[in-house]
């Protein structure tokens, strides 16, 4: 494996994922394809080598580009979506458009090239978990977690399109013999991640005098993981999973969101109380929380960055020291969540 496309490169975790290959595997070259949408940003590959990084601005869901690029490579690790959920509530029909149609247009293509494909979803697909009110900000104890097995029972527009993608995966591995395998993470945190996500949201906030808002009563519970461990993981599904398999890549990072906005407060030495209560989401699902026993025993990866305390204190420091990434978004960002409440 020489060349591969990254879709959706210049977004968070896409991006993260192109530095970490830039840095950590000299012999690889790579086509970021990305429309840069509100949530694509060039800047976030700015000092990658030219020689090594070429980003090509196109639309996953262009047949004819799509061809023209998978012909030449030797793998396609897809990250492009429309990703937030409170954008796919208001409007549904770019998540449709991306996430399904521009799938379809890349396993296509890489079907009738024979070319290797990695499939980057998300653990939202299986629906949410109860909450464990015994272990009130953590939740790393025994209880449910999300396998492989785990039904499809998504609740968004956003991860309903999401799961309709992995479906099509599924099918195209099954009936074409597609080389495809799947990866479904948890919630990443990390730099480059955009504003309108809740830690980048809140720690923005507190950096322009808005107090942060927390959706209902922040009992709800993500599992964190830093973006550049789903890195590490997606690279080793690329390098060493089995096809037609799914891995999930998590971290043990649950924590509910309470806690999260707590521990923001407290390392940007705001009150503990300084924040306010506003609408809930619709369809707000309870919990998520991965079990990557998988992936770790069957591929040997293990997250580097697991001090969740730590790993925030370095996205605060990251957004302090480039605020010119993103206060030109900012505005416009919180007009949009105000017109719901939020
Ligand atoms: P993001 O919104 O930050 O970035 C998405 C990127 O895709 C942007 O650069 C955008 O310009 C590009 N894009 C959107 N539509 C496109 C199109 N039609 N053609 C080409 N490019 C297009 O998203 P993210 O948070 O980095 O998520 C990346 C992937 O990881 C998504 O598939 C998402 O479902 C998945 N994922 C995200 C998380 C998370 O916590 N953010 C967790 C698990 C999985
Ligand atoms: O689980 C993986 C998913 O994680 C990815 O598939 C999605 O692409 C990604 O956006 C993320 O989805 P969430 O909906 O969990 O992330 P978000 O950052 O939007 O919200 C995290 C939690 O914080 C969620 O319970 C809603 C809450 N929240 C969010 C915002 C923006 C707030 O309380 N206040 C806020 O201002």
Same mark, same amino acid.
């Given at each position: 494996?020489?060349?591969?496309?990254?879709?959706?490169?210049a977004g968070?975790?896409?991006?993260?994922?192109?530095?970490?290959?830039?840095?950590?595997? +000299?012999?690889?070259?790579?086509?970021?394809?990305d429309k840069l949408t509100?949530a694509g940003n060039?800047?976030?590959?700015?000092?990658?080598?030219?020689?090594?990084?070429?980003?090509?601005?196109?639309?996953?869901?262009? %047949?004819?580009?799509?061809?023209?690029?998978?012909?030449? %490579?030797?793998?396609?690790?897809?990250?492009?979506?429309?990703?937030?959920?409170?954008?796919?509530?208001?409007?549904?029909? +770019?998540?449709?458009?991306?996430?399904?149609?521009?799938?379809?247009?890349?396993?296509?293509?890489?079907?009738?090239?024979?070319?290797?494909?990695?499939?980057?979803?998300?653990?939202?697909?299986?629906?949410?978990? +109860?909450?464990?009110?015994?272990?009130?900000?953590?939740?790393?104890?025994?209880?449910?977690?999300?396998?492989?097995?785990?039904?499809?029972?998504?609740?968004?527009?956003?991860?309903?399109?999401?799961?309709?993608?992995?479906?099509?995966?599924?099918?195209?591995?099954?009936?074409?013999?597609?080389?495809?395998?799947?990866?479904?993470?948890?919630?990443?945190?990390?730099?480059?991640?955009?504003?309108?996500?809740?830690?980048?949201? @809140?720690?923005?906030?507190?950096?322009?005098?808005?107090? +942060?808002?927390?959706?209902?009563?922040?009992?709800?519970?993500?599992?964190?993981?830093?973006?550049?461990?789903?890195?590490?993981?997606?690279?080793?599904?690329?390098?060493?999973?089995?096809?037609?398999?799914?891995?999930?890549?998590?971290?043990?990072?649950?924590?509910?969101?309470?806690?999260?906005?707590?521990?923001?407060?407290?390392?940007?030495?705001?009150?503990?109380?300084?924040?306010?209560?506003? @609408?809930?989401?619709?369809?707000?699902?309870?919990?998520?929380?991965?079990?990557?026993?998988?992936?770790?025993?069957?591929?040997?990866?293990?997250?580097?960055?697991?001090?969740?305390?730590?790993?925030?204190?370095?996205?605060? @420091?990251?957004?302090?020291?480039?605020?010119?990434?993103?206060?030109?978004?900012?505005?416009?960002?919180?007009?949009?969540?105000?017109?719901?409440?939020?």
């Amino acid at each position: 494996m020489k060349n591969i496309i990254v879709t959706g490169g210049a977004g968070f975790i896409g991006s993260n994922f192109v530095h970490y290959v830039v840095n950590n595997h +000299p012999d690889i070259n790579i086509t970021v394809l990305d429309k840069l949408t509100y949530a694509g940003n060039k800047e976030n590959l700015v000092g990658l080598p030219a020689d090594r990084v070429e980003l090509v601005v196109g639309d996953i869901t262009d %047949a004819e580009l799509v061809d023209h690029l998978v012909k030449e %490579a030797d793998a396609v690790v897809h990250y492009a979506a429309e990703s937030h959920n409170d954008n796919s509530l208001k409007d549904p029909f +770019p998540f449709v458009q991306t996430n399904i149609i521009g799938t379809y247009t890349l396993i296509e293509a890489c079907r009738k090239y024979g070319v290797r494909y990695h499939h980057v979803s998300t653990d939202e697909v299986y629906g949410d978990l +109860p909450l464990r009110e015994d272990l009130p900000g953590k939740g790393d104890g025994p209880g449910e977690k999300f396998t492989s097995e785990t039904p499809y029972n998504p609740s968004s527009p956003y991860s309903s399109t999401k799961a309709g993608s992995d479906l099509l995966v599924k099918a195209w591995v099954r009936s074409f013999g597609l080389e495809a395998t799947i990866s479904n993470c948890s919630n990443n945190y990390g730099p480059y991640q955009h504003i309108e996500k809740f830690i980048p949201r @809140q720690i923005t906030n507190i950096l322009s005098d808005i107090r +942060p808002k927390l959706y209902g009563d922040g009992k709800n519970v993500r599992d964190w993981i830093h973006t550049n461990d789903h890195s590490s993981a997606v690279w080793a599904i690329l390098t060493k999973g089995q096809i037609g398999e799914t891995y999930l890549i998590g971290a043990d990072g649950e924590e509910n969101n309470k806690h999260v906005l707590e521990l923001i407060l407290e390392l940007m030495d705001q009150p503990k109380d300084a924040y306010d209560h506003v @609408q809930d989401r619709a369809g707000h699902d309870l919990r998520y929380a991965i079990d990557s026993t998988r992936l770790r025993e069957e591929l040997g990866w293990t997250p580097q960055f697991t001090n969740f305390k730590d790993g925030l204190a370095d996205t605060i @420091q990251w957004y302090a020291e480039n605020k010119e990434w993103w206060t030109a978004q900012k505005e416009a960002v919180e007009a949009n969540y105000a017109k719901n409440n939020q």
